[in-house]
């Protein structure tokens, strides 16, 4: 047996997008920039997707959507691309403390070219802090960014209040929703969004394709350069099969995002309040705020990387401890020590993120063999 229990880190790709997008690999092969009929009917594909995508986020219109390689690469083109274009109207530059680092490094290096950067805390459950937003924000801030929904803690934040703090007094509001965008639902004109990131794998789209949302008036710099493919914005030639897959993905997603979500909560639910009942247990994140495929925890006296490799190893159930973007590195997270957990509590984290292959089925297995593991470990821990 085998249960897979890392959906934020990768997806299956949906085998109706495969279906829908396979014929691009290999039969309808043209390039969208070309003008005989092949391209002109690879272009149409292409828009086809922007359309898709738009909807799913209620965008005033498909010109507004700019696809990319990657949600990283969205990030990188929001941040430095509204940043530079911006300049001269302020440079600073605000993050919520618990951002991905596809957010943060960007910002980072931003720092080193002459912009300022502070990052507005959040409080126990991962919530942005408003009122220190609010204190924060100034004429001088071009951008803020803030996560939709975290994919370590699951906490989804207010972002229509955070949006009316932002406008009141700076620029451009960006929002990664990489690990909200299919699970909730997005709306970037009622929540007075300026720029948003979405991942195709994260919503069982093919890995290699991403989008940024652009609200019309907002003036973007490219970061990158060569032909005019996506408005001059992401030059090179499209990636024809990941943008008609996730183009479709996103079509579906939309189609059945209140039903997943509904029957992905009850899974989640059931597995908080079984595992919580284990000793020093903890939830990370809001216990009502949070995505509905997301439960995450720590446990005392243990580390997360064991849990992870017991589960696996012992009885092939496959976990994260945290982003697998920053997994490899031994230091705590950033996002547990940001909501106030101290380095040995933040180093026995473990996050479950549930998807289309899991049932309800599943749920006694996990939670039996959670438990097994934590007594395992904390038997042989020195702590």
Known sequence: MSIYLDYQSACPVDPRAVEFAGRYLAEDFGNPSALHATGLAAKAVVEEAREKVARLINAEGPSTIIFTGSATEANNLAIHGTAARNAGAGKQLLASAIEHISVLNPLKYLQKTGFSLSLVPVDASGLLD?????????????????????SEIGTVQPIKEIAEIVHSGARYLHVDATAAAGKIPIDVQRDSIDLLTISSNDLYGPQGAGALYVRPGVRLQPVSFGGGQERGLRPGTENLFAIAGLGEAARLAGQELEAEGSRLKGMRDRLIGEILKIEQSHLTGHPQRRLPHHASFRFSRIEGESILLTLDAMFGIQVSTGSACSSRTLEPSHVL??????????????????????????????????EKTVQRLRAMSPL
């Open 130 to 150: 408003l009122e220190a937003l609010k204190g924060q924000v100034s004429p001088e801030t071009v951008l803020t960014s803030v996560q939709y929904g975290s």
């Open 337 to 370: 020590l940001a909501i106030g957990l101290k380095h040995e509590e933040a180093h026995g984290s473990m996050v479950m993120t549930l998807g289309k292959r899991n049932s309800q089925d599943e749920v006694p297995a996990i939670v039996e063999a959670v």
